[in-house]
């Protein structure tokens, strides 16, 4: 079974990240421009929060807030799920399922290490089960 840190070397630990103090629009329009559905949200260099689309949803829309004038700290989702990178893909899909989010900040010993996506574990898991197919009909043809 592929770990979180293997999907990690696969598709980089680069992870988007907004202040705290930053306009909710701002946190918007990131995750538009670059076509993710949540943010990280660092003070200090400390993973303080997450911001997602649900959070502009439910925090603000339906409030009647503007989201030019309120902050990302205002809504943001905190304290965060984390997971260790040591998981196993699986593993990992059975943490978001139970506590029902969509994005997992991935941290080992205190140091933020990447981010991972419900739809980077389903994408991984079908990829590999996938290859099991196609070794199994291998070994029936051959």
Known sequence: MATINQLL??????????APDASVFDAIEMMATRGIGALLVLEQGRLAGIISERDYARKVILRGRASKST???????APVITAPSRLT?????AVMT?????????????RLCG??????LVKAIIAEQQFVI???QNYIHS
């Open 134 to 136: 196609s070794q199994l």
């Open 9 to 18: 070397e696969m598709k980089g630990h680069d992870v988007f990240h907004i």
């Open 89 to 93: 893909i699986e593993e990992g899909m």
């Open 98 to 110: 139970e506590r029902r989010i969509r994005h997992l900040p991935i941290v080992d010993a205190g």
């Open 71 to 77: 902050t990302v700290g205002e809504i943001m989702t």
């Open 115 to 120: 981010m991972v996506s419900v739809g980077d």
